[in-house]
């Protein structure tokens, strides 16, 4: 796998303790940054590590010891698991959003010629990162705590659908090209799976007969409320027309859409991996306890 000549592509390198490492900058847009929270995650033993922070900005660098992979080119699907799974568990863990900086944007280009004249305007970018109205608040420890407790539960994640949708939301969050937003597929993206999800890992079905009561009794069950329970009426049916079918006119998804789907999907999967990893960590407990290495 190439390494991307981009001049935003990570920083990779081989440091003193004989380890690949890959190194890539996120931006947060809905929290404010701070060492003290991030702390857990400085220290230079940490395969995910924290090396730099600023009041929206996280640089990270993902390591692993060079004698697992004959070149560094094996290393590089590693890495992008291991960043990629962390970008995920960092917007589950703050019920927020996170991304790459400069990684949701489109770059085709254009180029003008004015009337009569010989000068020509190359590389013309009609494509911007898109801004989410979020309400800024303070990052904490405990939510960076649980970032790590999901990353690596998402790690031993079988099902790599789950991380490959997630990450098409937040890409499709920061897209657009001039007059073309991409809010509709985002919503898409994060409802299909809060609906994979429930259904499979929830309910333990391949097929729901009545899918809008299954998912409100989930919903309830997590403990979400009546009002949220209530809003997911109107989700489920901006999906069934304006997601699934497609013969009612079309209208725009709008950001508050797929913040909700999002917060809902990030929720939901915030319990469940929490959950996983205290029984994981319970039995270690046990083990050990026991005298079983």
């Not at 922070?53 to 992979?69: A, N, V």
């Not at 920061?174 to 259904?199: C, I, M, P, Q």
């Not at 299954?214 to 997601?243: A, C, H, M, P, W």
Request: aromatic share 12%.
């Amino acid at each position: 796998m190439p390494v991307s000549s981009a001049l935003d592509a990570p920083l990779i390198y081989f440091n003193k303790h004989d380890m690949f490492s890959l190194s890539c900058i996120l931006e947060s847009h809905s929290h404010d940054l701070n060492e003290d929270a991030f702390r857990l995650l400085m220290n230079e033993a940490s395969q995910a590590q924290v090396t730099d922070i600023s009041k929206r900005q996280i640089e990270i660098t993902f390591k692993s010891p060079k004698d697992l992979y004959n070149n560094i080119d094996e290393f590089y699907p590693k890495a992008h698991l291991m960043a990629s799974n962390f970008v995920v568990s960092i917007n589950i863990a703050s019920l927020g959003h996170f991304t790459w900086l400069n990684g949701n944007q489109l770059f085709p280009t254009y180029h003008a010629l004015k009337p009569n004249e010989n000068e020509i305007r190359n590389n013309i970018i009609f494509s911007s990162t898109r801004r989410y109205s979020l309400e800024s608040r303070e990052i904490s420890e405990k939510e960076i705590r649980n970032t790590s407790i999901i990353y690596g539960a998402l790690l031993l994640e079988k099902d790599q659908y789950i991380r490959q949708e997630y990450v098409k939301g937040i890409i499709h969050m920061g897209l657009s090209f001039y007059d073309v937003s991409f809010d509709k597929e985002a919503f898409a993206n994060f409802y299909r799976l809060f609906e994979h999800f429930v259904t499979k890992r929830i309910l333990n079905k391949s097929k729901l007969k009545n899918e809008l009561k299954g998912f409100k009794k989930v919903i309830t069950e997590l403990g979400l409320g009546e009002e949220i329970t209530d809003e997911f009426t109107n989700i489920y049916k901006l999906r069934s027309e304006q997601i699934m079918h497609a013969q009612r006119d079309q209208v725009e998804i709008d950001q508050d859409d797929v913040i909700k789907i999002k917060g809902l999907l990030d929720f939901t999967l915030h319990k469940y991996y929490i959950k996983i990893a205290d029984t994981w960590l319970a039995k270690r407990r046990s083990a050990s306890n026991n005298g079983i290495e």
